[in-house]
Nanobody, 125 residues
Framework: QVQLVESGGGLVQTGGSLRLSCAAS????????VGWFRQAPGKEREFVAV????????LYQDSLKGRFTISRDNAKNTVYLQMNSLKPEDTAVYYC??????????????????WGQGTQVTVSS
């Protein structure tokens, strides 16, 4: 059973930075593909970024490239999302998700079996 726990959210001013963590327990996290998604109030959950297994290949929502960076530390069973130059529109609950097999449609929620409970990120203007 994979358990994912996000942390690192909080309140930050426009232009600030946050680093979110997604810690896994019960499995060797290095064998999982891990994605970050977010859900703003009144909106659907959307893809943010994904990191492949040992190859470390990363993919991003186009509009977030250059501001967000996903990385992983397999020794710590943790995946990170570094968010810089934050904007009020980045305000959302951020979720990490994982699966051992993800197809070319890695941006779909249905590709991931395991989800964390989410962590709130609020960017004030």
């Amino acid at each position: 059973q994979v358990q994912l726990v996000e942390s690192g959210g909080g309140l930050v001013q426009t232009g600030g930075s946050l680093r979110l963590s997604c810690a896994a327990s019960g499995v060797a996290f290095s064998t999982y593909i891990v994605g970050w998604f977010r859900q703003a109030p009144g909106k659907e959950r959307e893809f943010v970024a994904v990191i492949k297994r040992n190859s470390g290949i990363t993919l991003y929502q186009d509009s977030l490239k250059g501001r967000f960076t996903i990385s992983r530390d397999n020794a710590k069973n943790t995946v990170y999302l570094q968010m810089n130059s934050l904007k009020p529109e980045d305000t959302a609950v951020y979720y990490c998700a994982a699966d051992r097999q993800v197809s070319a449609t890695y941006y779909l929620l249905s590709e991931y079996e395991y989800w964390g409970q989410g962590t709130q990120v609020t960017v004030s203007s």
